[in-house]
């Protein structure tokens, strides 16, 4: 069974940074691409930017450049995404997602994780 | 950028209706074309890609058409479990998704 498991809810102040984590099993992690879509409270999804582990090929939307890092734990099959100089407009649900390719090339999302809440509030 | 535009925003329906969503692209994106559905509180789940193609578990009764710029997403009978927000997403190029169709219990 596929499972990519997030962090939990965070609550942020503007123009500070958040981590969240996004666990998955050594096959998904050696095998796919990992992407990070986030979604605004009753908006549609914005994709942030995705790794391949396996080579450590990152791409970021030209919109998140400099301000988002997605970075990996190999050694406990993490995909992490961090974003910095938080804003309200930050506030949204963060989902990790599978793409079923090892290309660079974007693809479909096959799996998600259960989503993180990030709210960015004074 | 390719705008990925679906309509209509909400629909109306009753169980055992079928139901037709659009999904319109800026640009021709082939057949690069992913169908997801959401549920209140819930991640995305993967109906369709390659614009036609069920992914693993999806009921028959959800089918998808198009190529090029013009895609839909077919439920021959409305189930009540099949009440939800739809959405398209285009993987030509950076993927963008478009905003949403609601499908709502008539």
């Known amino acids: 069974q596929v499972q990519l498991v997030q962090s939990g809810a965070e609550v942020k102040e503007p123009g500070s940074s958040v981590k969240v984590s996004c666990k998955v099993s050594?096959?998904?992690?050696?095998?796919?691409?990992i992407t990070w879509v986030r979604q605004a409270p009753g908006q549609g999804f914005e994709w942030m930017g995705g790794?391949?582990?396996?080579?450590?090929?990152?791409h970021y939307a030209q919109k998140f450049q400099g301000r988002v890092t997605i970075t990996t734990d190999e050694s406990t099959f993490t995909i992490y995404l961090e974003v910095s100089s938080l804003r309200s407009e930050d506030t949204a649900v963060y989902y990790c997602a599978r793409e079923d390719t090892l290309m660079p090339a974007p693809y479909y999302f096959d799996y998600w994780g259960q989503g993180t809440l990030v709210t960015v509030s004074s | 950028e390719i705008v990925m535009t679906q309509s209509p925003a909400t629909l109306s329906v009753s169980p055992g209706e079928r139901v037709t969503l659009s999904c319109r692209a800026s640009?021709?994106?082939?057949?690069?074309l992913a169908w997801y559905q959401q549920k209140p509180g819930q991640a995305p789940r993967l109906l369709i890609y390659d614009a036609s193609t069920r992914a693993t578990g999806i009921p028959a009764r959800f089918s998808g058409s198009g190529s090029g710029t013009e895609f839909t997403l077919t439920i021959s009978s409305l189930q009540s479990e099949d009440f939800a927000v739809y959405y398209c997403?285009?993987?030509?190029?950076?993927?963008?998704f478009g905003g949403g169709t609601k499908v709502e219990i008539k």
């Open positions: 640009q021709s994106v082939s057949s690069n």
């Open positions: 997403q285009q993987y030509n190029d950076w993927p963008f």
């Open positions: 790794i391949i582990p396996a080579v450590g090929a990152i």
């Open positions: 050594g096959d998904t992690f050696n095998n796919y691409k």
